[in-house]
């Protein structure tokens, strides 16, 4: 099991960078465009970019994991009234998240359940209950 999926690890990360990690962070990635697909073939993985996503009542923090699977020192925030739209669409077997800010989507993925972080899934309960945000 890589780093990033040990909650001990995503709360103490969070810690250091003055956060919670409770059940609102969920693992998700952003796939490589079609066109990079096309161009690259199965070298275009390389483009994926994976996040551990934390929503709050006034942001949404995404944190970086590396191909390694190690969470990053890169970390970028979203602020609430930035966010110009949120859509999650529920599928059988993931979630897709598209999050609309500052004129540019982010079309995110996020899977229902992961065999490494057994969290995932009530994570995702817990935030769909809230409507994604604490």
Known sequence: MNESMKT????????????????????????????????????ASFKMKNYLIAFYPDEIVFVGITMMGKLS?????????EVESMTVKKGLIQY???????GKKLPLKCNKK??????????????????WYQ
């Open 73 to 81: 020192d890169e970390h970028f925030s979203i602020p609430k009234d």
């Open 8 to 43: 001990e690890n995503i709360e103490r990360y969070f810690q250091e960078i003055g956060k919670t990690a409770e059940k609102n962070v969920v693992y998700g990635y952003i796939d490589p465009k079609i066109s990079q697909y096309m161009l690259w073939g199965a070298f």
């Open 96 to 102: 897709k998240i598209v999050i609309k800010a500052d």
């Open 114 to 131: 992961i065999l490494g972080a057994p969290w995932q899934k009530e994570h995702i309960a817990f935030l769909e209950s809230v409507d």
